[in-house]
């Protein structure tokens, strides 16, 4: 058995090859559904290991602009405590302009991931709701975010 099939419960290698070509093809939230990225994104969370999730999280990050980075930041920092998971804003001004830069972002979303495995992707709307902007439909940066690390980490686990 290869280390995908070991990693997606027997899922086939060919479909995540297409889901990830398409996730590389143009802006990071064409081509992909929804309701793909996050049950990808659910497919992945909390089966890497903590390093692959937090590189491939940067990479993904990487291709959203600065602004889109911060607004994604913004988000999870506001809604995290609602899921138990406090996140300091040192500078108590409502803003951290950390979240700029896409390491900074995936070591926060990659210590969420490993407190609560999935977390991520229902903080930004998958599976019922809430996410950015009023669902994550309504908003690819959330779609872009979760689809990329789910895309990245299997192409990494890959080789």
Known sequence: ????????????????????????QGAPWDGI????AYGRYQQVAGRIPPDVYQQSA???????SPQQRMQLGQHIRQRAPQYGVPIQDF??????????????????????D???P???GQMLGGGGGGGMGGGML????????????????VKRMMG
């Open 138 to 153: 309504e908003n690819p940066i959330a779609k872009a975010a979760l689809g990329g690390i789910a895309a990245l980490a």
């Open 114 to 116: 490993q407190q609560q």
């Open 33 to 36: 559904s929804d309701q793909e």
């Open 58 to 64: 940067a990479d993904a990050f990487g291709r959203l």
């Open 1 to 24: 058995m290869d280390m995908l099939q070991g990693l997606l419960g027997g899922q086939q290698r060919q479909e995540f090859d297409d889901f990830t070509t398409r996730y590389e």
């Open 118 to 120: 999935g977390l991520l």
């Open 91 to 112: 500078d108590q001004d409502g803003r951290d302009d950390r979240y700029q830069d896409p390491q900074y972002l995936a070591q926060v979303t990659s210590r969420i």
